[in-house]
């Protein structure tokens, strides 16, 4: 398994603000995801970060609104900028570990705007 | 038509139970499975992953893969208290999947009753 840290576990924000999530692994990984769960929808996921290089953003997802980091293999961040209440979330910081390449989950930062 | 469709439940079963989960899938490309538990207020945490057709057991928990109709399913037998959860499928083409990630059904919310 991997152990995966996400500051801050929770946050309520004011719209229009921005807010930039951590994400700490304890141990190097190639590739590193980043998922949103919206409340009773399923996890979808926003962009592939590796070291290096861009990010790469699925199909509505852009790096304006959510520009992400990746300045080493352990560590990764996403922000959400000018944040709407349409950005209630959880987001969830996943990499790539082990045999089969499996998936594992940070704690997931909960975010509520109002 | 949802690429992975889930039940979200809720599910209600009293202790010691069998309980049954369930996705179907659209995509015959798929061919890594996984199912992941997801308590309140937690991140998810991976129960089983399965590679193709066929079953896996892993003490409690047994994961069925059917291919041709494209239907996956986790048991849970003696269930426990403890398991109630939200349980969420999740499927890719390749292993890890690659720079798509993930798949994920929206859960199903499972209730064991003591």
């Known amino acids: 398994s991997a152990v995966i840290s996400q500051k801050p576990s929770r946050d309520i924000c004011q719209r229009g603000t921005s807010l930039t999530i951590q994400c700490q692994v304890d141990?190097?990984?190639?590739?590193m995801f980043w998922y949103r769960q919206q409340p009773g929808q399923s996890l979808t996921l926003i962009a592939t970060?590796?070291?290096?290089?861009?990010?790469?953003?699925e199909s509505g997802f852009v790096i304006d609104k959510f520009p992400i980091s990746r300045p080493n293999l352990t560590f990764s961040t996403l922000t959400v900028s000018n944040m709407s209440p349409e950005d209630s979330s959880i987001y969830l910081c996943?990499?790539?570990?082990?045999?089969?390449?499996?998936?594992?989950f940070g704690e997931g930062s909960w975010l509520t705007v109002v | 038509q949802k690429e992975v469709e889930q039940d979200p439940g809720p599910l209600s079963v009293p202790e010691g139970a069998i309980v049954s989960l369930n996705c179907t899938y659209s995509?015959?490309?798929?061919?890594?499975f996984m199912w992941y538990r997801q308590y309140s207020r937690k991140g998810p945490e991976l129960l089983m992953y399965?590679?193709?057709?066929g079953n896996k057991e892993d003490g409690r928990f047994t994961a069925q893969v059917d291919k041709s109709s494209k239907y996956i399913s986790l048991f849970i037998r003696d269930s426990q208290p403890s398991d109630s959860a939200t349980y969420l499928c999740?499927?890719?083409?390749?292993?890890?999947?690659?720079?798509?990630?993930?798949?994920f059904g929206k859960g199903t919310h499972l209730i064991i009753q003591p």
């Open positions: 996943s990499v790539e570990r082990g045999r089969g390449n499996t998936i594992y």
């Open positions: 141990s190097q990984v190639t590739m």
């Open positions: 970060a590796n070291q290096g290089s861009e990010a790469t953003y």
């Open positions: 995509n015959s490309a798929f061919q890594y």
């Open positions: 399965t590679y193709s057709s």
């Open positions: 999740a499927m890719s083409a390749v292993s890890g999947g690659g720079a798509d990630g993930l798949t």
